[in-house]
């Protein structure tokens, strides 16, 4: 059917660096790290985001960066179009 590849690499300013024990729950609906402070948000896109990947057999992964940030994955089904 088709193949899991890597999105085109695009980078994202991540200012934050949530602790292992958050990259577990990161996904969860409504959960925001608790050093967001005053950055705006609800808590909704990377569940949006996980669900989307879910659905399309995609997969995400969020990995700290050692000098500091997050390095976020995303993996997508390519399926080869019919001629």
């Known amino acids: 059917m088709g193949n899991l590849h890597p ?20 996904f969860q609906p409504f959960y925001r ?13 990377l569940a949006i985001a996980k669900q989307v990947l879910d659905l399309h057999g995609g997969k995400i992964k969020l990995q700290n960066r050692q000098s500091g940030g997050l390095t976020v994955e995303v993996w997508l089904l390519v399926v080869p179009l019919s001629s």
Do not use: F
């Open 33 to 45: 790290a608790d050093h967001t402070g005053h950055v705006s948000g609800h808590g909704l896109g």
């Open 7 to 26: 999105a085109p690499s695009k980078w994202v300013e991540a200012r934050l660096c949530p602790s292992e024990a958050e990259l577990d729950r990161i």
